[in-house]
């Protein structure tokens, strides 16, 4: 069977403050909404604008970041993947399922609170780093603690 690929680029608003949690083994897992916003015209020759809410996932080091430096309006840039679960809901007994994209890489976007719009930067490529404002983050500065699938609590 031949391989697929699962890759996601995303830029947009967050949508409310991140909720930053702390799982049994010590590992920092943030949770927020990302808005993405298309512009298209209608039947009647409109601009209308159609927003799609996505939920977003980091962990460890970029959990921190997420924690100490985004809120809700950020304008980001991240890379990742999709991924969806599902569980039983425990009071009516029925499987429910989340879509979720699971974060590799955070880029702060433009300026905000406590910052110069030029640390932000513009959209990030894969190898932008910001070592001094943690603007961004990839998923391979954690290759050498041997993180595994295992070790995402759900």
């Not at 049994?24 to 897992?29: D, E, F, L, Q």
């Not at 409109?46 to 997420?66: C, G, M, S």
């Not at 009516?92 to 930067?121: C, D, F, H, M, P």
């Amino acid at each position: 069977m031949a391989k697929g690929v699962n890759k996601v680029f995303l830029l947009g608003n967050v949508g409310k403050d991140p909720e930053i949690r702390t799982t049994a083994n010590g590992m920092t897992v943030a949770t927020f909404s990302l808005a993405t916003a298309e512009r298209a015209k209608d039947a009647q020759g409109n601009w209308t604008d159609k927003t799609e809410w996505h939920n977003l996932v980091t962990f460890q080091r970029t959990a921190e970041i997420v924690r100490d430096y985004v809120k809700k309006g950020t304008q980001i840039f991240v890379e990742g993947k999709i991924q969806t679960r599902s569980w039983d809901d425990k009071e009516s007994g029925q499987k429910k399922y989340r879509t979720e994209i699971l974060v590799n890489e955070l880029s702060l976007l433009g300026g905000g609170a406590g910052r110069s719009g030029s640390e932000g930067g513009s959209a990030a490529s894969s190898g932008a780093r910001s070592s001094s404002t943690g603007a961004a983050v990839a998923a391979g500065d954690y290759a050498d603690q041997g993180i595994t699938d295992e070790d995402i609590p759900f």
